[in-house]
């Protein structure tokens, strides 16, 4: 019965209203009697955290932790990438005909989830992408994958159907359906990458460091523009942080790169451990 009417539920759900008042809940003075269960129940290790634990004023700024210098050390080489969250890998692969997989039996169109000019999907035809999603026990900051300048970004409103399994597979084109802000940024040697940021049921919203671009807002619409001083910054570099878990998903353009032999679909990875690197040349 359970299986059944969970399905049904989550498109009735009014998503975005709950994630919004989620937000307000956690930022709240009177959560931060709940961060001690949070971390006994997730079961996250306090000692490489930024801060002691009784130093953070609300759950939220407690999701939104950092961590302490070289807690997560950096992989080095300008070819290389890097993970730039912690979390598990649910898909990777080729992008073929303009399309990602989901998951088994599902698909969404590169042109949908990207929400911008068909150009900019068409850069990524033939490339290839890796599927990350945040658990609430993850670490929610999101870092630089590569060295390079940021060129412009696209802000798409949308449903916030939940990531986890019973989303993704029971959504279908959940990531192309649900809100997202897309980064693109420029690389030397991979050409462009992008890193989109999705948004999920109880993330209060995405945000990031180079505009005051925010997700989950009361009529929002679609925005996209050039980043003001196209600004450069360095692999595992903050770019942005989740109010909450979520899903992000990263896009090559290169077709050059070959995945780093403990990369696979189930894995868990942390952020700035070797994603992929550039095929050596022949």
């Not at 609430?136 to 060129?151: A, E, N, Q, W």
């Not at 942390?270 to 040349?281: R, T, W």
């Given at each position: 019965?359970?299986?059944?009417?969970?399905?049904?539920?989550?498109?009735?759900?009014?998503?975005?209203?709950?994630?919004?008042?989620m937000?307000?809940?956690?930022?709240?003075?009177?959560?931060?009697?709940?961060?001690?269960?949070?971390i006994?129940h997730?079961?996250?290790?306090?000692?490489?955290?930024?801060?002691?634990?009784h130093?953070?004023?609300?759950?939220?700024?407690?999701?939104?932790?950092?961590?302490?210098?070289?807690?997560?050390?950096?992989?080095?080489?300008?070819?290389?990438?890097?993970?730039?969250?912690?979390?598990?890998?649910?898909?990777m692969?080729?992008?073929?005909?303009?399309?990602?997989?989901?998951?088994?039996?599902?698909?969404y169109?590169?042109?949908?989830?990207?929400?911008?000019a068909?150009?900019?999907?068409?850069?990524?035809?033939?490339?290839?992408?890796?599927?990350?999603?945040?658990?609430?026990?993850?670490?929610?900051?999101?870092h630089?994958?590569?060295?390079?300048?940021?060129?412009?970004?696209?802000?798409?409103?949308?449903?916030?159907?939940?990531?986890?399994?019973?989303?993704?597979?029971?959504?279908?084109?959940?990531?192309?359906?649900?809100?997202?802000?897309?980064t693109?940024?420029?690389?030397?040697?991979?050409?462009?990458?992008?890193?989109?940021?999705?948004g999920?049921?109880?993330?209060?919203?995405?945000?990031?460091?180079y505009?005051?671009?925010?997700?989950?807002?009361?009529?929002?619409?679609?925005?996209?523009?050039?980043?003001?001083?196209?600004?450069?910054?360095?692999?595992?570099?903050?770019?942005g942080?989740?109010?909450?878990?979520?899903?992000?998903?990263?896009?090559?353009?290169?077709?050059?790169?070959?995945?780093?032999?403990?990369?696979?679909?189930?894995?868990?990875?942390?952020?700035?451990?070797?994603?992929?690197?550039?095929?050596?040349?022949?």
């Amino acid at each position: 019965m359970r299986k059944k009417l969970l399905p049904g539920l989550i498109h009735r759900l009014p998503q975005n209203a709950l994630s919004r008042t989620m937000g307000k809940i956690t930022a709240s003075r009177f959560s931060r009697l709940a961060i001690r269960h949070y971390i006994r129940h997730y079961k996250i290790d306090p000692t490489i955290m930024e801060k002691p634990v009784h130093e953070y004023r609300t759950l939220k700024e407690f999701f939104t932790r950092r961590l302490k210098p070289g807690a997560r050390p950096i992989a080095p080489g300008t070819d290389v990438v890097i993970s730039p969250v912690d979390g598990t890998v649910s898909q990777m692969g080729d992008i073929r005909e303009g399309t990602l997989i989901q998951a088994k039996g599902k698909q969404y169109s590169l042109a949908e989830l990207l929400g911008d000019a068909p150009e900019m999907a068409e850069r990524f035809y033939g490339g290839r992408f890796i599927t990350i999603y945040l658990s609430p026990r993850d670490y929610h900051r999101i870092h630089m994958p590569v060295t390079g300048k940021l060129l412009r970004y696209t802000y798409v409103p949308g449903r916030l159907y939940p990531v986890n399994q019973l989303g993704i597979e029971h959504v279908d084109r959940l990531f192309a359906r649900n809100e997202r802000l897309v980064t693109y940024m420029k690389t030397e040697q991979m050409g462009c990458v992008a890193l989109v940021k999705v948004g999920a049921l109880f993330v209060g919203s995405v945000k990031v460091v180079y505009n005051t671009a925010t997700t989950n807002v009361k009529h929002g619409r679609q925005t996209s523009g050039p980043i003001q001083g196209e600004p450069c910054l360095d692999k595992g570099d903050e770019l942005g942080w989740f109010e909450f878990g979520s899903t992000v998903i990263l896009l090559f353009e290169s077709r050059q790169l070959e995945w780093a032999d403990n990369v696979s679909i189930g894995s868990t990875v942390l952020m700035g451990q070797k994603l992929a690197q550039l095929k050596a040349s022949e």
